[in-house]
């Protein structure tokens, strides 16, 4: 599957987006829970620098995609952490 680049002109989420990537490719890669699951708390601190950016507008469809897109990352996240609660 190839996936499209997010079209987002925010430097903030042009700053972070190499990171995040770089995350979601080392839970990729990993096979244990626990290690999948110490990479989803690096994922969601990443992401929870986009959601609680200051430069933030309701009216910025850059704005809004930026949020949507860090809220389903951090979500993910969120769900493999859980994972390692019940291993």
């Known amino acids: 599957m190839n996936e499209k680049e997010p079209k987002i002109t925010c ?4 700053k972070q987006e190499p990171a995040i990537k770089a995350v979601t490719g080392n ?11 110490r990479w989803a708390e690096e994922l969601k ?6 959601l609680s950016c200051q430069d933030y507008d309701e009216n910025s469809s850059d704005c809004k995609n930026c949020r949507f897109i860090a809220n389903v990352r951090k979500k993910t996240a969120e769900l493999i952490i859980k994972t390692k609660k019940l291993v």
Do not use: H, Q, Y
Request: aromatic residues 4%; hydrophobic residues 40%.
């Open 11 to 14: 430097p903030i989420f042009r």
């Open 45 to 50: 601190k990443e992401t929870d620098v986009l």
């Open 27 to 37: 839970i990729n890669r990993v096979s244990g829970v626990k290690e999948k699951a």
